[in-house]
Nanobody, 121 residues
């Protein structure tokens, strides 16, 4: 099995910063894309940022210039540095990884349990 464990969420004032981390563990042969999604109350889950194994990145328009995604392939870990946070960034943030386990033929998507980010005005 594969587990994704997130950390780093919390409560912060508008304009502040937080850094989220997500470590993947288990029977991992290879990880393709990794990313962060978020879901606010009453809204659909949306992509915040993604990073390929080769470190190419993409961002939602709403976070460009404020958030930075990065990964450490040796540690199977993805990070999300969030600066200049706004109240509208308040949501549960989920880590996602596209993983091939030992013995698997194809990659499959795995999700973390989610971490709450709350930005007060």
């Amino acid at each position: 099995q594969v587990q994704l464990v997130e950390s780093g969420g919390g409560l912060v004032q508008a304009g502040g910063s937080l850094r989220l981390s997500c470590a993947a563990s288990g029977s991992i042969f290879s990880i393709n894309d990794m990313g962060w999604y978020r879901q606010a109350p009453g809204k659909l889950r949306e992509l915040v940022a993604g990073v390929t194994r080769a470190a190419s990145t993409n961002y939602a328009d709403s976070v460009k210039g404020r958030f930075t995604i990065s990964r450490d392939n040796a540690k199977n870990t993805v990070y999300l540095q969030m600066n200049n946070l706004k109240p509208e960034d308040t949501a549960v943030y989920y880590c996602n990884a596209n993983v091939k386990r030992y013995g698997d033929i194809r990659y499959s998507d795995y999700w973390g349990q989610g971490t709450q980010v709350t930005v007060s005005s």
